[in-house]
């Protein structure tokens, strides 16, 4: 699904050369679980952006579903983030004063697909998410776990690839949080969806198939994790 | 993207913020409406000053006295058009189809207890046939006759027969012009206003028997009678200038000016005055437009000014907007879409409002404000074009964000 080689990404800050990237590759097979772990700084929020089709690496090779990604022109990368990538918020993201049926659209309306079509997809993204009966509610009138939600749908209603969630339960309290997580893994373990959780949070981390750790812009470790942990498993003491 | 759906969004975004929408449209409004009233006021003066000189006939030359100033510092002369400067010219010309003299002062007329100030004019019977919108609707015209006889007649103008008669024929009876008794023959038929005087509120008598019998030493001047003009008619409209270059050949002749003396007199025809005075007022229309036009270029910077505010405001739903997979012509096209909505009402409300005002104007009967279609379009598309012009840049700015970046914006 996603085959990354020798990735550098390089920013030029004045006279600095800043490394983001430096030499990564890994790959990621369709239907995996992962968690992209590291502390700010790490490179983990850089590595996000290209996988998830955002910004293109100063070296290296990425192929996405088959295709090679690294040299695409902006309206390629916005065209396979459309079809490709659904992404999910820390902070939702959700347009105001727009209900959840049509934020849920909003990917779909830039797919050029037309009405019905597209009001099917979004109802069943919605109905996945649990919020066929919300779905003429504002953000406003939702909760937090609800909103993001939403955004879940959002981010599958073109049948992506791969779903990238940034802190997805960065926002919300931990049992809401719990359900966001329980919702990502029955995602994967019933639809096979392939999902990328990018952390800080080891105890997150841990509700995943596997851990990549990202430190100075390199990965230090990535290893299979043979017993994730069940959503709404309670936080150890001590582990924050 | 489908358009209707890029205008619902766009509705979205302004309704969002009604009372900043408004402000922002109302530079537009006000520009436009500007424009077109101004524009419609200013084609309403150009079309009535038009209308009324024509009405007298485009053919006409006007001979009259100046004001000369033979010598740089030396107090400037009145000299005078005489009756003999009159006799010469019809006595010259040729290619003249009628030529009337004229004698005009104002002086108290009474009937009854009623008394007004009304032009007076001394005038043969030419002056009917030179002027064919004054025609007579009751009783008759003046005659050769009534020259000659020296006969106490007058025909008066339809206002001066209202206020002195108060509806009352006024045929055959007496008034009193500076304590001297005319009879009335005659009532003119009403005219419009040419704007300087108002050709209703007139008395005409016939010229010889107000020099004899009137005006006394005021027309005289060094022993000769004199006019206030003689009004010749072309015989067509080509032969205006030749007319025109004859009159000045026997004026000068008659008025003894040597080839470097400076005209003491004034040869002007209908139609010199009437492209002076279309020149006039097309450069005020034009100068009236630039005006409401500079009005409009301040609302499209309003637009502009706003539409900035609007696109750091919503960095982040570009940002997300570009996440999902809007291209930067889609992001482009969102915000050109707001801006061109916003100039669109705008631009309706303003051609709304300025043709209100033309109307109020033409109500008030200030002027008949015309509104044309080529100000209203012109408007129209002006503003449109401000939207576009003024929305571009914010629009690219919009659409240039980097997606991560602008995701990330607090």
Known sequence: MIQIDQLTKVFTMGENEIRALDNVSFSIDKGEMLALMG?????????????????????GSYVLDGSPVEHMTD????????????????????????????????????????????????????????????IDHHPSELSGGQQQR?????????????????????????????????????????FGQTVILVTHDPFIARHTDRIIRLADGKIVSDAPNPTPLKAGTPRPNGED | ??????????????????????????????????????????????????????????NLISVSAARSRPNAGTPAQFSVVTYDDYTALKAGLSNVSGIAPAYQSSYDVKQDNQSLRVQVVGATDDYFTIH?????????????????????????????SSDLFQG???????????????????????????????????????????????FGANAIHDGKRILSSVTLSASSAEAVDKVMSQADTIMRRQHKLLPTDTADYNVSSQSQILSTLST???????????????????????????????????TR??????????????????????????????????????????????????ITATVSASSVLMSFFFAVAIGVFFGLYPAFRAANLHPMEALRYE
């Open chain 1, 39 to 59: 502390p700010s700084g790490s490179g983990k929020s850089t590595l996000m952006s290209i996988v998830g089709c955002l910004d293109v690496p100063t070296s």
């Open chain 1, 75 to 134: 309206t390629q990368l916005a065209d396979v983030r459309n079809k490709k990538i659904g992404f999910v918020f820390q902070q939702f993201n959700l347009l105001a004063r727009t209900s959840a049926l049509e934020n849920v659209l909003l990917p779909l309306g830039y797919t050029g697909l037309g009405g019905r079509a597209s009001k099917e997809k979004a109802l069943k993204a919605l109905a996945m998410v649990g919020l066929q009966d919300r």
């Open chain 1, 150 to 190: 939403v955004a879940i749908a959002r981010a599958l209603v073109n049948d992506p690839a791969i779903v990238l969630a940034d802190e997805p339960t960065g926002a919300l309290d931990s049992k809401t949080g719990a359900e966001i997580i329980g919702l990502f893994q029955s995602l994967h373990q019933d």
């Open chain 2, 1 to 58: 993207m489908l358009i209707s759906q890029n205008f619902r969004t766009a509705f979205r975004g302004l309704t969002a913020n009604k009372l900043r929408s408004a402000l922002t449209i109302l530079g537009i409004v006000i520009g436009v409406a500007a424009v077109v009233a101004l524009m419609a006021i200013g084609n309403g003066a150009t079309s009535s000053i038009t209308s009324s000189i024509t009405s007298n006939g485009t």
């Open chain 2, 132 to 160: 064919p919108s004054t025609t007579v609707e009751l009783g008759r015209n003046l005659n050769a006759s009534d020259n000659s006889a020296l006969n106490r007649v007058a025909v008066i103008g339809s206002q001066t």
């Open chain 2, 168 to 214: 009352l024929s006024p045929i055959n009876k007496d008034i009193k012009i500076n304590g001297v008794n005319f009879k009335v023959v005659g009532v003119l038929k009403q005219q419009d206003s040419s704007g300087f005087q108002n050709p209703n509120d007139t008395v005409i008598i016939p010229l010889e028997t107000g020099y004899t019998k009137l």
């Open chain 2, 280 to 314: 006039v007022t097309t450069t005020l229309t034009i100068f009236l437009g630039a005006i409401a036009g500079i009005s409009l270029l301040v609302g499209g910077i309003g637009i502009m000014n706003i539409m900035l505010v609007s696109v750091t405001e919503r």
């Open chain 2, 317 to 366: 739903e570009i940002g997300l907007r570009k996440a999902v997979g809007a291209r930067k012509d889609h992001i482009l096209l969102q915000f050109l879409i707001e801006t061109i909505t916003l100039s669109v009402i705008g631009g309706v409300i303003g051609i709304l409002l300025g043709a209100g005002i033309a109307a109020t104007f033409t109500a008030l009967g200030l």
